[in-house]
């Protein structure tokens, strides 16, 4: 009798048939290719309604682009999943599994949604390459801190990290010092260290000059497929380098949604942008 | 080519933790260090002991009482460096846990006094003064050295957990923890000032005769505490470059400059601040609990706002973030204070606060700031 459960466990733990699989806890589960479902989400400051029945679904792999107005509720959404605000209302989940509304925010990180914040928010006191050691998936508790050293490897996966976000030369360099558009490119760095399974980047170009922004460009594409991302920003130059689909937000709930050429033609959007 | 370049600290494999220890220290700290254990455990007691009181080396009983006092203040400094310029937290209840600790090592002292006391009774004087019959509950056990040391070290540790868990885990940050900590030193206070608490009300313990059975004001046993007082000191400054310099060091540094960026890289900020309140907590403990048999008295002042308050500012004339600069700040404003309240008594309290004034104006990172100012013009110019 209970061999047999055994042998159907292996079984099952070796092929998924049909939908059926099975599930770990804490795990994050792909099996639909969606990796973000917000529904129905509304979050009111004061009697504002920030968001307004909001919904969204991101795929794994995908790079998506958020854009909308001043106000439409792009920075409460990140909250949301971030785990920094609760809703009043609506679901938010990770994977199938992960319940968003009910996770703090280290443990949503843990489960592997990494965030970039508007303003560059880097260790200042602390140089490039300890910026990224602190951000590293590892144990994170209070004694493997006190006893721990640095591998070989984790050493070049800094490394390598650091080439990357091309910041090879600076990494001694207190992060305090490095320019805006450094620090920002740090900041992306220390979400790759993660290894997060979703990255929300809020404006990750601001203040950098054209060049660093197709640079930027270039890079989140090729992260794309490997994480999924999702990017809100105003410079439609670099929204359009993205090419991923875009989704317009306005007074906290979803416009529009489709490739950039096709949200840009819909009138919606244009009396949105230009009606004001 | 360029992670070639890349000056990573060498992540070797196994290395020895003796050496992991001394590569924590500079060069120079090592050697100031040496030379202060020597001058505190060799010259001061052979000065003291063997040099006549008539020859001009003769160190005294007072400067050795006094420094010992200020090498007790020191280690508090040190464990609110810890804290404060570490991780960010300005505390000003710090008085609370010194006196914690000298009043857990204060209950073993008076029970050392034994028969000796002006009523002759084995309960301490207070105690026969209120017309208690017997020891209350908390006092059982304190004959015994070992479960005072336990108690020196449990007690400050205990208040710190409970306060400290309920504080950081409701996020309460800034100037409204340094708010809250003042009032519970204040409430402490009170608490120890009545008599039924049981602690000898606003006389405190004084009169002790003996530690361990030897003497308590023999200079033998005055050099050997003083001694004592210079190791721990010593030792907690190793332990604290350790510390600083660790994962545990940066992460601490991390949460002080950005709490919520480091949440969202997955540390809880909880467990860091509580390790490291605690530990500063028990370091005062252990000061206060080596500052009560060198100086003889411990009574509820020791809990005053205004004691926890200068503190701080022993750590900010030093300048915060770097150990030495606690110890040179603790010893400078108690030598300018031992001096002051002798030739000028009544202004040493505008003193204290001119001070705080020009260092919070003018020398943000205290003496050690200026020294590394005045090394780099020097420099410069050279």
């Known amino acids: ?276 | 080519m360029s992670s070639a370049t890349l000056s990573a600290p060498a992540p070797a494999g196994r290395v020895p933790v003796t050496l992991r220890l001394a590569s924590c220290l500079e060069r120079k700290a090592w050697i100031s260090l040496g030379v202060f254990l020597a001058l505190s455990l060799v010259a001061v007691p052979v000065l003291h002991l063997l040099v006549p009181p008539e020859s001009a080396f003769h160190v005294s009983a007072y400067a050795i009482t006094l420094i010992g006092k200020i090498m007790c203040y020191a280690l508090v400094a040190v464990a609110m460096d810890l804290i404060w310029g570490y991780g960010g937290i300005l505390s000003l209840g710090h008085g609370l846990f010194f006196a914690l600790g000298g009043y857990a090592f204060g209950m073993y002292l008076m029970r050392g006094i034994g028969r000796d006391g002006s009523y002759g009774s084995d309960l301490p004087d207070f105690m026969v003064f209120l017309d208690w019959k017997e020891l209350p509950w908390f006092w059982l056990g304190t004959d015994s050295f070992g479960w005072v040391a336990l108690l020196v070290l449990a007690v400050p540790a205990l208040v710190a957990f409970v306060f400290g868990y309920f504080a950081f885990r409701s996020r309460i940050k800034g100037v409204y923890f340094s708010i809250i900590t003042q009032a519970l030193t204040y409430a402490a206070m009170l608490l120890f000032f009545r008599n039924e608490t049981g602690f000898g009300g606003n006389n405190g313990f004084t009169d002790f005769k003996r530690i361990l059975g030897y003497d308590i004001t023999a200079p033998a046993t005055r050099v050997v505490l003083f001694g004592l007082t210079a190791l721990v000191l010593a030792a907690t400054l190793v332990g604290s470059a350790w510390l600083v310099k660790s994962k545990f060091g940066r992460v601490l540094a991390a949460i002080r400059d950005a709490e919520s960026r480091v949440m969202f890289i997955g540390y809880n900020p909880l467990g860091y601040k509580l390790a490291i309140w605690v530990l500063s907590a028990v370091l005062c403990g252990i000061a206060g609990a080596l500052y009560v048999p060198q100086v003889g008295i411990i009574n509820p002042g020791e809990m005053s706002p205004a004691n926890s308050i200068e503190i701080a500012i022993w750590v900010a004339v030093g300048g915060r973030a770097s150990l030495i600069g606690p110890v040179i700040g603790a010893f400078t404003v108690n030598l300018a204070k031992s001096w002051f309240t002798v030739s000028f008594p009544e202004y040493w309290l505008f003193f204290l606060g001119l001070l705080f004034i020009v260092v919070t104006l003018y020398l943000p990172q205290g003496l050690v700031g200026l020294w590394k100012q005045l090394l780099a013009r020097k420099g410069g110019t050279a």
């Not at chain 1, 207190?174 to 979703?198: D, F, N, V």
């Open chain 1, 1 to 276: 009798m209970n061999t047999l459960v055994e042998e159907r466990k292996q079984e099952w733990e070796g092929e998924t048939q049909g939908l059926a699989h099975m599930l770990k806890p804490g795990e994050l589960d792909l099996s639909h290719g969606v990796i973000l479902y917000l529904e129905d989400i509304s979050v009111s400051f004061d009697g504002f309604k920030a968001l307004n029945k909001l919904n969204l679904a991101i795929n794994t792999g995908e790079l998506r682009c958020i854009i909308g107005p001043n106000g439409a509720g792009k920075t409460t959404m990140m909250d949301v999943i971030t785990g920094k605000t609760r809703p009043d209302s609506g679901t938010a989940f990770f994977g199938q599994t992960l319940d968003l509304t009910r996770m703090s925010e280290p443990q949503i990180a843990h489960a592997g949604i990494g965030r970039k914040f508007q303003k560059p928010t880097v260790f200042e006191q602390l140089s490039a390459f300890e910026n990224l050691e602190l951000a590293m998936k590892t144990d994170k508790g209070v004694w493997a801190s006190l006893l721990a050293r640095l591998s070989r490897e984790q050493g070049d996966k800094i490394a390598a990290t650091l080439e990357r976000i091309r910041l090879d030369k600076e990494a001694d360099r207190p992060a305090g010092l490095l320019s805006h558009g450094q620090k920002q490119w740090l900041e992306i760095g220390m979400l790759l260290m993660q290894e997060p399974r979703l990255l929300l980047l809020d404006e990750p170009v601001a203040g950098m000059t054209d060049d660093e922004t197709m640079r930027t460009a270039e890079l989140f594409v090729s992260l794309a497929g490997q994480h999924s991302l999702v990017v809100v920003e105003h410079d439609m130059a670099f929204v359009e380098a993205l090419g991923g689909k875009v989704t317009v937000l306005c007074e906290g709930s979803v416009l529009a949604e489709g490739d950039l050429a096709t949200v840009q033609a819909d009138p919606r959007v244009i009396e949105v942008y230009l009606g004001r």
